[in-house]
């Protein structure tokens, strides 16, 4: 009998290019059957934080409130190489105008979220789904948004300016350090055996694509929402890479940075040491 292993992760054209092998049955799975279940990123963390799914894509951010039932594993990084969700608004502003004035946040447990506390701390937040957010502040509804996902890409397209890339912000604040976004994670009690037999395979999903790219992208592309092929290509680029296949030395020490300064800002509560899956 097969074992079902759940794996949910965001329904964008970089998580499916990283999924495309195992989604498409390119991979000999063995007794493994893997079921995808697509949400948006903060439903996902809070799912993970009743320990519903097996492997999921999480925020960074999020694992600080999940380490004690999930490891992270060594592959399915998203890291900002000197870029990263966007800060936009109707009009010209720069960082240090937004102290006092409302930002549209993706979701609270979301790295945009903790970047942003980072760098404004005294920032007021509002939450909207994230794929409304440009059209929030365009139509005047929020005074800025902080953009994930194809949005880093569009904004433009609804007429709005950017604030600031905490991308770039990081990787000033930090001496070119990656800024950490999300992650995969396994749920520990699988076991040992299984949740490496699980992250291999995960890993193979990925190295696939990456020898496919043409094939793997047509099948991100139906996830695209509104990116043109090029855009899609360019976004896939962006956060499906080498450094998606191990984090490296620096994007692991980014990794552990950045919960560090979440909890010494009182962002997140508590100390967080991160433990990588071993292969």
Do not use: C
């Not at 960074?60 to 966007?86: C, Q, T, W």
């Not at 950490?180 to 055996?193: A, K, Q, S, T, Y």
């Not at 694509?209 to 680029?237: C, I, P, W």
Request: proline share 5%.
């Amino acid at each position: 009998m097969a074992r079902i292993i759940r794996v949910a992760h965001s329904p964008d054209s970089d998580d499916a290019f990283m999924f495309y092998a195992l989604a498409e049955n390119k991979l000999d799975t063995g007794d493994l059957e893997f079921v995808h279940e697509l949400q948006d990123i903060e439903s996902l963390n809070r799912r993970a934080l009743a320990g519903e799914l097996e492997v999921t894509a999480v925020s960074i951010h999020a694992y600080a409130y999940l380490s004690d039932r999930y490891a992270l594993l060594p592959h399915g990084a998203s890291m900002g190489e000197g870029y990263g969700p966007r800060l936009v608004a109707r009009q010209p502003l720069e960082l240090d105008d937004l102290r006092g004035r409302t930002v549209a946040i993706p979701g609270t447990l979301t790295s945009a979220f903790m970047a942003l506390k980072l760098a404004l701390p005294d920032v007021r937040t509002v939450v909207v789904p994230f794929d409304e957010i440009p059209e929030h502040v365009a139509s005047g509804q929020s005074e800025v948004g902080l953009l994930i996902h194809e949005g880093q890409l569009t904004y433009q397209q609804e007429g709005l300016h950017l604030v600031a890339d905490l991308g770039a912000w990081w990787a000033e604040k930090t001496g070119g350090l990656p800024l950490p976004l999300g992650g995969n994670v396994i749920r520990r009690d699988l076991g040992p055996e299984l949740i490496t037999r699980v992250s291999r395979l995960l890993r193979a999903s990925i190295a696939y694509a990456l020898d496919n790219r043409a094939a793997a992208l047509q099948h991100a592309a139906q996830y695209g929402r509104g990116l043109k092929s090029s855009q899609t290509d360019e976004f896939v680029g962006m956060y499906v890479n080498q450094r998606t296949l191990d984090y490296g030395p620096d994007g692991r020490r980014a990794v552990q940075l950045f919960l560090d300064n979440g909890y010494e800002a009182g962002i997140i509560p508590n100390r967080v040491g991160v433990d990588f899956v071993k292969d």
